[in-house]
């Protein structure tokens, strides 16, 4: 793909790493972040900083968002200043947070009433996806609009689909989340009684992982529990919020998921003992 003004907002634990991939391939960027600072990597390799969200729109053809929830999201492509203010016709915006399947429609018939486009693209991977260009992306949209950014996405993934209409991208994702969920239980439950038995846990890791009780939450997270690493690759915070998300949801599809409700539950009460900034890992935290 030949050179694009690309639009960046969201410098955070992932969103600098996929923005530098754009960047490697000679791509123009334009960033914005709440806080200056976390965009530093990015303008010492020759992004343009900008003051808002709409200045980020009016110097670039397509547009990538990645913030923290819903509220920031509308914020930042319909709010003052927004992103929706700046874009011109035929510009692409691309949202990939986990946000509201509603929301993602709305934002999509609101730029469309401006004859811009727009795409859902949530991903998942955590910090290690977005720094090795593996994430998995979901889409929701057009598939003209699709194809003409996958190029780029390609930069950032290895797994990309198209899962239909605006807001399917957001309903795959909140399915990936409710599957995490219970596996990550899994994972820390098994660990638990691993360390209760006095078993090596780095030998268990390795040979259940190798077996039916393999994931990639046990082959990856297993051993940053182990090390005592809780940073996060993905906030427990985000993770609540994708929770309830999906849980909402649930309500307005009429089914009832307990292992998804457990899951929400367990990372309230790790919310609730301070553990909201720790990574989704940090639910062993409450095993202990």
Request: glycine share 12%; net charge neutral.
């Amino acid at each position: 793909m030949e050179s694009k003004k690309i639009g960046w907002i969201g410098t955070g634990v992932m969103g600098s790493s996929m923005c530098r991939y754009l960047q490697k391939a000679g791509h123009e960027i334009f960033v914005y972040n709440r806080t200056k600072s976390k965009a530093n990597e990015l303008l010492e390799n020759g992004a343009t900083w900008c003051e808002n969200p709409k200045q980020v729109a009016e110097n670039s053809d397509i547009i990538f968002t990645i913030v923290g929830f819903p509220k920031d999201v509308e914020d930042v492509i319909l709010g003052e200043n927004g992103v929706l203010e700046g874009s011109k016709k035929g510009t692409i915006i691309v949202d990939m947070t986990t946000s509201n399947p509603e929301l993602a429609k709305q934002i999509y018939n609101t730029a469309k009433k401006k004859e811009v486009l727009s795409l859902d693209c949530p991903v998942t991977g955590g910090d290690l996806g977005a720094k090795n260009a593996t994430l998995t992306i979901f889409a929701g949209g057009d598939k003209t609009t699709f194809n003409t950014i996958k190029p780029l996405l390609e930069l950032m993934g290895k797994k990309i689909g198209l899962m239909g209409s605006a807001g399917a991208g957001q309903h795959a994702k909140m399915a990936n989340q409710i599957a995490i969920a219970t596996t990550i239980i899994g994972t820390v439950e098994s660990l638990r009684y691993a360390k209760a038995a006095n078993l090596d846990l780095n030998q268990f890791i390795e040979l259940a992982g190798a077996g039916s009780a393999g994931s990639w939450q046990l082959s990856n997270m297993g051993p940053r529990i182990v090390n005592g690493d809780f940073n996060p690759g993905f906030y427990i915070k985000h993770f609540i919020k994708d929770l309830g998300i999906a849980l909402e949801e649930c309500k307005k599809m009429g089914i009832k998921l307990e292992g998804l409700e457990l899951g929400y539950k367990l990372y309230n009460k790790a919310k609730e003992i301070g553990y909201e900034n720790l990574g989704t890992q940090g639910l062993y935290k409450l095993l202990e």
